[in-house]
């Protein structure tokens, strides 16, 4: 089986993305080959040779109309995308309900009683991380869960302009990239994320984090589970049939990862300190865990344990 794959996940994201299609490839004996895709799927037309080539298509869809403008074409496809919900095909996806809950949660418990949700306006992805924080606060006194204000032009600076320092604010980002814009746009208004701002992201992202002027703190995508259930999807016979409608296969994200952002570091070890800046210092040539605990005075396994006390992942994984 040919497949037509466009992902818009980046860096560490990706690579666990196909991972996963590669681990669905040899648990099922398949012999799927994948296509990589420079366009979405949406900019190809149904007239695409492209199309008769490929046996199977997979990637992010903003609605049905892509498959209407395909007519009679019938070509087994599984979307990645969740800006609109689609009916035509199986959807493969984060539960962003869940991760709306999860990162409520984690907020409630630093004392944030108001909760913003930021994130694109009217998207199905936005509507669901929103329900998932309204229940984590459900039945809870002087907790406040509510929509932020669009994340395009200056409608975030503004926003943040009206925060003081009186009362601990907590923000969900639909993304580490908008977390991170929210950082640099918080320094820039004199606040202190981190201190009386929380904000928590989605998809633990390597580059957003270590870009951002402090950590972020983030759910986890579950790229890996992901593309194993889109090789499940592309080799099983449902949703073949007309009369049953595709399912939404959403995954439970990983856990969240306590950082900077939600206020957890504020008084790390300082060999943790030390040895977080060390490795961004030296991203492009890392020199293995054993060197760099030997560089800060340290045994492997007590770097190890400094990290796990300081809530971070293991040296080598945050590496």
Same mark, same amino acid.
């Given at each position: 089986?040919?497949?037509?794959?466009?992902?818009?996940?980046?860096?560490?994201?990706?690579?666990?993305?196909?991972?996963?299609?590669?681990?669905?490839?040899?648990?099922?004996?398949?012999?799927?080959?994948?296509?990589?895709?420079?366009?979405?799927?949406?900019?190809?037309?149904?007239?695409?040779?492209?199309?008769?080539?490929?046996?199977?298509?997979?990637?992010?869809?903003?609605?049905?109309?892509?498959?209407?403008?395909?007519?009679?074409?019938?070509?087994?496809?599984?979307?990645?995308?969740?800006?609109?919900?689609?009916?035509?095909?199986?959807?493969?996806?984060?539960?962003?309900?869940?991760?709306?809950?999860?990162?409520?949660?984690?907020?409630?418990?630093?004392?944030?009683?108001?909760?913003?949700?930021?994130?694109?306006?009217?998207?199905?992805?936005?509507?669901?991380?929103?329900?998932?924080?309204?229940?984590?606060?459900?039945?809870?006194?002087?907790?406040?869960?509510?929509?932020?204000?669009?994340?395009?032009?200056?409608?975030?600076?503004?926003?943040?302009?009206?925060?003081?320092?009186?009362?601990?604010?907590?923000?969900?980002?639909?993304?580490?990239?908008?977390?991170?814009?929210?950082?640099?746009?918080?320094?820039?208004?004199?606040?202190?994320?981190?201190?009386?701002?929380?904000?928590?992201?989605?998809?633990?992202?390597?580059?957003?984090?270590?870009?951002?002027?402090?950590?972020?703190?983030?759910?986890?995508?579950?790229?890996?589970?992901?593309?194993?259930?889109?090789?499940?999807?592309?080799?099983?016979?449902?949703?073949?049939?007309?009369?049953?409608?595709?399912?939404?296969?959403?995954?439970?994200?990983?856990?969240?990862?306590?950082?900077?952002?939600?206020?957890?570091?504020? @008084?790390?070890?300082?060999?943790?300190?030390?040895?977080?800046?060390?490795?961004?210092?030296?991203?492009?040539?890392?020199?293995?865990?054993?060197?760099?605990?030997?560089?800060?005075?340290?045994?492997?396994?007590?770097?190890?344990? @400094?990290?796990?006390?300081?809530?971070?992942?293991?040296?080598? @994984?945050?590496?």
């Amino acid at each position: 089986m040919k497949v037509a794959i466009h992902s818009e996940f980046a860096g560490a994201g990706q690579m666990a993305f196909y991972s996963g299609l590669d681990a669905g490839n040899r648990t099922h004996g398949a012999n799927i080959s994948f296509l990589p895709l420079r366009e979405p799927l949406e900019s190809i037309w149904g007239s695409s040779r492209l199309l008769d080539m490929a046996d199977a298509c997979v990637g992010s869809l903003v609605s049905d109309a892509w498959f209407e403008r395909l007519g009679d074409r019938r070509i087994r496809c599984v979307n990645l995308g969740q800006w609109s919900r689609i009916c035509s095909v199986a959807t493969v996806g984060l539960d962003y309900y869940q991760a709306g809950f999860d990162a409520a949660e984690a907020l409630i418990e630093t004392a944030a009683r108001e909760i913003y949700v930021v994130g694109p306006a009217g998207q199905w992805r936005t509507r669901r991380l929103f329900e998932g924080a309204e229940a984590s606060a459900a039945g809870l006194e002087g907790v406040s869960i509510l929509r932020g204000p669009s994340i395009y032009g200056n409608a975030l600076s503004s926003w943040l302009a009206r925060f003081t320092k009186d009362e601990t604010v907590g923000i969900v980002a639909i993304s580490d990239f908008v977390a991170r814009r929210i950082i640099d746009l918080a320094i820039e208004e004199g606040l202190e994320p981190g201190s009386f701002l929380r904000i928590v992201g989605i998809g633990d992202d390597p580059e957003a984090s270590l870009l951002s002027p402090i950590s972020i703190a983030s759910v986890q995508i579950p790229y890996h589970a992901m593309g194993r259930k889109v090789v499940d999807c592309l080799l099983s016979e449902a949703g073949d049939s007309e009369d049953e409608e595709p399912v939404s296969h959403l995954l439970r994200p990983g856990p969240l990862m306590e950082r900077e952002s939600l206020g957890r570091s504020a @008084k790390r070890d300082p060999t943790v300190e030390r040895a977080l800046v060390l490795m961004k210092r030296l991203i492009r040539r890392p020199f293995g865990i054993d060197s760099l605990a030997q560089r800060l005075g340290v045994s492997r396994r007590s770097l190890e344990v @400094k990290f796990r006390t300081a809530n971070l992942d293991s040296p080598s @994984k945050a590496w």
